[in-house]
Structures are given as structure tokens and as C-alpha cells.
């Protein structure tokens, strides 16, 4: 046999244990459950929760709180009462409390609520996160804090005042290919980055009445993609160059924009672009690529079955298709992220998204917007403390 020369003679009984790569984060879940090792589970009496707010993202995170042991999910806060019923019976919930806004003052007043998850109407946000501040609650709210950059400034420095963190939910973070595409990246692994790029394209097309509420698509959808060039390279922008389209009509009749390109220019000569669109009808196409100096590093779409090939006489090989929308192909994400919040809370860990950055991230969004709607650069002013901040 031409290969027996090349037969192992030590078996691999003998040789030294196989170590999962680090990638693998499930199994190293897998290995934590089955050691029962309490160092690492918070043991501590559950924190108690309660959450405002049950429409796109918030029944995502109602679903991660009521199957985590680390939670106590006391309140559910939600306007629309005739659901509330399905609700419970669906999810178990025989001893949390529902209300309606007008009677959210029980859960600032409760002392057993520990934490507050904002998950409701945009413009809602910020009257929700004074009212859970001064109550001593810690805050999760989704993005953004407040509907301008001032207001969210005053939400922030109520925070520090009262020493309770205030966590704005930039999800994309916390997915295992995008974070490890950062850190590879901020590992000097490409060299210098040159070039990258950011497509993220919405699928399945949302609601008018939802697009009516979310305060548009700079700052419903494109911060995210703002925060993900920022957070890879770790610097701000001095330059915005946008130019953005509305192809459907009722999206043009809200004076908003369905299609958005966007060019960053970065203090050190990185260029990033932006690619946005409100409709992808083949799938939630989320695509990352960073260009260096060393080579390429990429995260390109995930696939909920990928390791099927399909071919079928001379059409060549086909595969299931991309994730459908955000709840599936963020899953992940979404789940570690509010591990991280409870963490948080515990005071075992700093919030990775710091209130600097989600301000910096609607100043951009801010400047993306004005150059798409006066077909200007902007040139984007930060202070001596803002530039020598470290945006990680």
C-alpha cells in the first residue's frame, strides 16, 4: 500500500486529548453544564425583571427571560391587553403581573425589580429610562436610547449619577462570526484595515405602520451597521458621504428612504461602505467583509441548513437558503447579548457597549441622513475626549 508507510503507531488512546477550537461556543457550554461547576453560574437569588413592550425585538427578549433561571420575570408592560391572555398560557406566566403603561408606576415603586428591558415605541424610550433610572433600576433599552442625541446624553448622565448601567442593545456584537471576525481584525491579522464593508438588507419588508414609528431608516436600521464599522476598527469617522433612494412608494410617502449607500472616511485612511435596503426578497442578507493591508477576512451568510448540496441533472449545486429575518439569524445574539446585560447587573462584567458610543453612533446616523437628504458631505467634528476615547 502505497499510504502504510504513513500508518500512526501510537494510539490515539496514547496521543494527547483532542481540545475543541475555540470556536466551538457550544460545546464549550456543553462542557461548563456537565462539570456542574458553580464558579461559573451566578447562584446568587434570581434578578427580578420586568419588561415594556412585546413588538418585534421585545418578543425576543421576553422569550430568552422567562427560559433563563438567572430571571424573575415580574412585569409585563404591553398596550394591547387582549393578548395578554395567550400570552400567559403560552408562556407559563401564572405569577407575573400585567399592566398597561398608564400603570407602570407599580414597577418603578416595586423593589423587587432589580432590572427594566425597554423593548416599546421609540419615542416611548426615554420616559421609561429617567422613570427606571430614578427608581435605582438597571436599564436595557433598545436602540435608540432617546429620539435625539441630546435627550439620550441626559439619559446617560442620569445613570452615572445614580450608579445603574444603562445598556443600549447593539445585538450584532454579540454574534459569534461577527465577534470573532473583531477580533481576529483587532488581532492584526489582516494588517492594516483598508477597506470594509457592511451589507445589511432587511427581509421580510416591514409594516408602513411600523416603518411610521421607527425613526427611520438611519436610525432603525443603518446604526447598526455604523456601530459594526466602528466597533471592528475602533475609530470614528471624520467624513459621510450618502446617497439613498426610495423605489416603494409608500415608503416614499413617509419621506423616508427603502435603499441607502453609505462611504466613512476614518482618520487613518480606512474607507468603509454601507450597504442598506429596507427589501430583500430572497432572504436577511448580513454580510461583513474587511479589507487589510495582510489579506481578507469575511463573515458572509449563515444558512439554517448548511450542510446540504442539492444537484439535480445540469442545474449545478443549490442550498437551503438564507436566514428568513432578523429573530433567526440574531438568535444567538440576542441570547448572549442579555447574558451579558444580567452580568451586568451582577456587577460580573462592564457593559461592551458603552454610552459614548451609542451617542457617536447617532452622530453619524444624524450626518448620514443630512448628506442623503442635501446630497452634501458632512464633515463630522469630534472633541479631544471623544477621539481619544478608546470606541471598543
Known amino acids: 500500500m502505497a499510504t502504510s508507510g504513513f500508518k500512526d503507531t501510537l494510539s490515539p488512546y496514547n496521543q494527547p486529548k483532542q481540545i475543541p477550537p475555540y470556536q466551538d461556543y457550544l460545546y464549550k457550554q456543553y462542557e461548563t453544564d456537565v462539570s456542574l461547576d458553580l464558579s461559573k453560574k451566578d447562584c446568587e437569588k434570581p434578578i427580578g425583571v420586568a419588561i415594556f413592550g412585546l413588538g418585534r425585538a ?64 421609540t419615542f416611548t424610550h426615554e420616559d421609561i429610562v429617567t422613570k427606571s433610572l430614578a427608581a435605582k433600576k438597571s436599564v436595557f433599552c433598545e436602540k435608540p436610547i432617546a429620539e435625539d442625541i441630546e435627550s439620550s446624553t441626559r439619559c446617560y448622565k442620569q445613570a452615572e449619577m445614580v450608579n445603574k448601567p444603562l445598556f443600549s442593545a447593539f445585538n450584532r456584537r454579540f454574534d459569534p462570526s461577527y465577534s470573532a471576525l473583531r477580533d481576529r481584525v483587532r488581532a492584526g491579522e489582516v494588517g492594516h484595515v483598508q477597506m470594509i464593508k457592511v451589507c445589511s438588507r432587511d427581509s421580510p419588508l416591514p409594516s408602513i405602520d411600523y416603518l411610521k414609528m421607527s425613526g427611520g431608516i438611519f436610525h432603525d436600521c443603518i446604526v447598526h451597521d ?43 485612511g480606512t474607507i468603509a461602505m454601507l450597504d442598506n435596503s429596507r427589501h430583500s426578497n430572497y432572504g436577511y442578507d448580513q454580510r461583513l467583509e474587511v479589507f487589510g493591508s495582510k489579506g481578507m477576512i469575511r463573515a458572509d451568510n449563515e444558512r439554517p441548513v448548511h450542510c446540504n448540496e442539492v444537484q439535480l441533472g445540469y442545474s449545478g449545486s443549490s442550498f437551503a437558503p438564507i436566514w428568513f429575518s432578523f429573530p433567526s439569524r440574531y438568535r444567538m445574539a440576542y441570547y448572549l447579548e442579555m447574558e451579558h446585560f444580567l452580568d451586568v447587573v451582577r456587577g460580573y462584567a462592564k457593559p461592551m457597549v458603552q454610552g459614548f458610543q451609542t451617542i457617536a453612533v447617532s452622530k453619524i446616523a444624524t450626518a448620514a441622513e443630512k448628506s442623503a437628504r442635501t446630497g452634501m458631505t458632512v464633515e463630522l467634528k469630534w472633541t479631544e475626549e471623544e477621539r481619544n476615547r478608546k470606541y471598543s
Open 226 to 268: 455604523i456601530d459594526m464599522a466602528t466597533w471592528v476598527i475602533g475609530e470614528l469617522p471624520t467624513k459621510v458621504q450618502t446617497t439613498a433612494f426610495s423605489h416603494i412608494p409608500e415608503i416614499k410617502a413617509i419621506n423616508d428612504f427603502d435603499t441607502v449607500a453609505i462611504l466613512l472616511t476614518f482618520p487613518s
Open 58 to 121: 421585545g418578543s425576543i427578549h421576553l422569550s430568552n427571560l422567562v427560559k433563563n433561571p438567572r430571571v424573575q420575570l415580574l412585569y409585563v408592560v404591553d398596550d394591547i391587553p387582549s393578548k395578554w391572555h395567550k400570552m400567559k398560557a403560552y408562556w407559563g406566566l401564572k405569577s407575573t403581573m400585567f399592566l398597561t403603561s398608564k400603570d407602570a408606576a407599580k414597577v418603578y415603586s416595586d423593589v423587587k425589580v432589580d432590572a427594566v428591558v425597554v423593548a416599546s415605541p
